[in-house]
């Protein structure tokens, strides 16, 4: 199994910054895509950010130059820097992991949620 632990969130005031964290462990053999999604009260789950394996990375055009990917392979760890963050960036904040797991002898595809972490832009 794998297992993912969020933190950094909580409240800011409009402008702030915030840094959250996802880091994975447990029975993983290779990490593929880490990802940020967040859901808004009544909304649907939306991509924020991703980054692959390789480094690449791509954002939702909401939060592009003012919010960062970046993952540390050492620490199976995923960072989101959010910086000037404003009252339509409030949510739960959501990683996502996929990669490939051991099974035994076997290596199984896997793609993981955590739990959440809120994040509230509010004077």
């Known amino acids: 199994q794998v297992q993912l632990v969020e933190s950094g969130g909580g409240l800011v005031q409009p402008g702030g910054s915030l840094r959250l964290s996802c880091a994975a462990s447990?029975?993983?053999?290779?990490?593929?895509?880490m990802s940020w999604y967040r859901q808004a009260p009544g909304k649907q789950r939306e991509l924020v950010a991703a980054?692959?394996?390789?480094?690449?990375?791509n954002y939702a055009d909401s939060v592009k130059g003012r919010f960062a990917i970046s993952r540390d392979n050492a620490k199976a760890t995923v960072y989101l820097q959010m910086n000037s963050l404003k009252p339509e960036d409030t949510a739960v904040y959501y990683c996502?992991?996929?990669?490939?797991?051991?099974?035994?002898?076997?290596?199984?595809?896997?793609?993981?949620w955590g739990q959440g972490t809120q994040v509230t832009v509010s004077s």
């Open positions: 996502n992991v996929d990669g490939l797991r051991t099974a035994g002898w076997d290596k199984r595809p896997f793609d993981y």
């Open positions: 980054i692959t394996s390789a480094g690449s990375t």
């Open positions: 447990g029975s993983i053999f290779t990490i593929d895509t």
